[in-house]
């Protein structure tokens, strides 16, 4: 067991953990705006892969360039749903709510099985092909670049929240639907703003992914579980803490997977949870 | 009661009865996933089962195989075969009750199927209660002929024999090119599958004397394989034994080449690595990968009967032979020649004939040494054949005898591909 190889296996998890916080911040944004948990944000990051895909197969364009594109096509995807779908029952019953996000998720990927077939597919060559090395260690151009993507997407996401007209409205409508309502912010328009950013970035993290990771109809399924636990942990609505939440686990996952046993890599991320609840059951910067 | 229908009634029962006494027709009920997830390998099974029976009632002997264009079978003065096919949609209790309606409906001398293992243990269970044999030709569970059952007969070698093939390839590495491995690592999906593959591998290996430097289980469902393969390359194994499916099989090569990881071999338990999808994906990145199979279109080089076979599948559905459907098409032949001579239809000659069958491999489109049952119903003559991703192609590269390219042995690391 040499340093070397412990490095390694921490900036491996590093790498994995920021995708999983790319996907986690859509998911905590839309929840911490409109207090509706969006269960079929995993088939908003499949849809993300998916264009990606068949902008690749079909035209030969990388998943890199074609980025901005499919991003604006998941954000167009977002506001749909929502004026569509979600704009129906922001008052109705929270089990109503789950129902309709869950039988979305059902719909998105019976169609994606339906019209794409459930085949495994992949985008076999892609500009961010290779590895990056350095004093002996190395990683995946794809899994850096995606990482890079991930911090620069989240730092975006951040400043745009911080320090823009609409960001401001976005977090206050937030804080308090009323108040914000009263101070002129049309709330329908949040709402629809907050699932377009959501489904976006879901986007980015689906068309990233797709220059290394298989695509199928059931992906989301396989990092929708890591998401959820991640918008927990780092507080429901909290970018900032959903972004640390990830590097927490994709670190405990996979040092944890390669120090102990592989088997039992989720059990470790799931008692990180438990212990952090325990202890703020807030999240670790969610507000109390 | 005395009607013009009743007679006819009567008529056709006469018919019917006598149809049944006669011995112009022998029927052999056929069970396979016809609808369903599994649906288009069931379809496969039923075209494969359906030209041997077609064979050996017709007239051309080109194919070369005893029994192919006899025109029947002769044993029973050249009564024909007919297949009664069923769908057990991949569920273990349709099954059963389709075999139990195949026997009961259709008085089948005796019932082959039904690929799903789990399947084949449910519609096997009702042969056995009524004394019908039944011949199963694909399904790789080693516990399906550990049951005791006195009608159960099985042509094709299952998952045991798979790994003792595979220790067998690396004793005729050492043996023949001089090519040297102590340490393995077992690396393997958590299921039923990976799990029970690894278990027989942990065995044999400790058996020929090789040294187990990691076991590696992983849940397959993941999103990354990061840690597992850390874990192994921290072993410094020669070879990787992997058992996978396809998403998880295509997630480890990438991962493998990210960290830099490379054994001198990577021995592949099929499933994921021999869908075609991985090849698809996998690119020149697949290449190298060592599988074992039970089938592959390039023996037909060494027997050309085979190519013939495959010829023949080719006029009439467009598709070529794979390991299902060859086992398929040699079931049907294993039982036409067990009826053939038992000369009878009855259920115990049958079986007596089937405890007695002794086929040569020559007469086989299968790479065996050829078929005879032992006590369980197992056939002790089978094996497998052991193929290496060359040029994106799947080659036979074991038993050496039948191999068609010369095994590429250590793996080339990845940035000298």
């Known amino acids: 067991m040499t340093v070397e190889l412990l490095l390694q296996t921490l900036l491996s998890g590093i790498l994995v953990g920021l995708v999983y916080a790319l996907v986690a911040i859509g998911l905590t944004l839309i929840f911490g705006v409109m207090d509706i948990v969006n269960f079929a944000h995993g088939e908003f990051l499949m849809f993300g892969m998916y264009a990606a895909f068949w902008g690749f197969a079909l035209w030969g364009l990388d998943p890199i360039f074609t980025l901005p594109l499919t991003t604006l096509m998941l954000f167009a995807v977002g506001v749909a749903v929502y004026k569509l779908v979600i704009r129906r029952i922001t008052d109705a019953p929270m089990l109503s709510q789950i129902f309709a996000t869950f039988g979305l998720m059902i719909l998105f990927r019976g169609l994606a099985q339906y019209l794409w077939k459930p085949d495994f597919r992949s985008v076999d060559h892609t500009v961010v092909a290779g590895k990056v090395a350095f004093l002996g260690l190395q990683f995946g151009l794809p899994q850096v670049v995606a990482a890079v993507g ?13 320090f823009t007209r609409l960001g401001a409205a976005l977090e206050a409508t937030a804080a308090d639907k009323e108040a914000a309502a009263l101070m002129g912010i049309d709330a329908q328009k949040m709402f629809a703003l907050a699932w377009g950013i959501g489904a976006a970035c879901a986007g980015v993290a689906g068309a990233l992914l797709s220059t290394y990771y298989p695509i199928f109809p059931e992906v989301g399924s396989t990092f929708i579980l890591v998401a959820f636990v991640l918008v927990a942990l780092g507080g429901f609505g909290s970018v900032p803490g959903a972004f640390w939440a990830g590097i927490l686990v994709g670190v405990v996952e996979v040092m944890g997977g390669f120090l102990w046993d592989p088997a039992y890599k989720m059990v470790l991320v799931l008692s990180l949870y438990l212990v952090v609840v325990w202890f703020r059951p807030q999240g670790l910067m969610g507000k109390a | 009661m005395t009607s013009p229908f009743r007679m006819l009634t009567l008529l056709a029962v006469l018919t019917l ?33 359906q030209l041997a029976a077609d064979l050996i009632n017709g007239t051309d002997k080109g194919l070369g195989l005893p029994l192919a264009g006899a025109g029947g079978l002769p044993g029973l003065k050249g009564a024909k075969i007919k297949l009664v096919f069923a769908d057990h949609q991949g569920n273990p209790q349709v099954g059963a009750s389709e075999a139990e309606r195949l026997i009961a409906e259709h008085k089948v001398a005796a019932l082959q199927g039904a690929y799903f293992s789990t399947v084949t243990t449910t519609a096997s269970q009702v042969a056995e209660r009524n004394g019908v044999p039944f011949l199963n030709a694909d399904s790789s569970s080693p516990a399906l002929t550990q049951r005791g059952f006195k009608w159960f007969f099985r042509t094709t070698p299952h998952d045991e024999l798979f790994v003792q093939n595979a220790f067998e390839f690396l004793r005729d590495l050492q043996k023949t090119k001089g090519i040297q491995v102590k340490r393995i690592a077992i690396f393997a ?13 942990e065995r044999y290996a400790k058996e020929n004397g090789y040294e187990i430097v990691e076991k590696v289980l992983y849940p397959p469902k993941g999103t990354q394989l990061t840690s597992e393969v850390q874990k192994l390359k921290a072993s ?36 994921g690595f021999n869908d075609s999808e991985f090849l698809k994906t996998m690119g020149k990145d697949g290449n190298y990968v060592i599988s074992r199979e039970v089938w592959a279109l390039d023996l037909g080089t060494k027997k050309p009967v085979i190519a013939r076979a495959n010829a023949l599948l080719q006029a009439r559905h467009g598709v ?7 086992r398929a098409f040699t079931g049907i032949f294993a039982l036409a020649d067990a009826i053939n001579r038992a000369g009878s239809t009855k259920p115990e000659a049958i079986q007596k004939a089937l405890q007695e069958t002794n086929i040569p491999g020559a007469d086989l489109i299968m790479p065996w040494s050829g078929i005879q049952f032992d006590a369980t119903g197992q056939n002790t003559k089978g094996a497998g054949i052991i193929v290496q991703v060359q040029d994106g192609k799947y080659a036979t590269v074991w038993p050496f005898d039948l191999a068609s390219k010369d095994v590429i042995w250590p793996m080339p690391a990845w940035d000298k591909r």
């Open chain 2, 320 to 326: 070529n032979f794979n390991g299902n459907s060859a």
């Open chain 2, 236 to 271: 410094r194994p020669d070879i990787v034994m992997q058992s996978s499916y396809l998403g998880d099989a295509i997630l480890s090569m990438k991962t493998y080449k990210d960290l830099g990881f490379l054994p001198t071999g990577l021995l592949a338990n099929n499933a």
């Open chain 2, 189 to 201: 999906e958590n299921t039923e599958f990976g799990t029970g593959a690894a278990k027989l591998q």
């Open chain 2, 17 to 49: 009865a006598s149809r049944a006494s006669g011995q112009e027709e022998i029927r052999i009920g056929v069970i396979y996933p016809l609808t369903g997830s599994a649906a288009s390998t069931g379809l496969e099974l039923k075209n494969a089962a």
């Open chain 1, 150 to 162: 991930a911090v620069a997407t989240t730092a975006a996401l951040w400043w745009f929240l911080r």
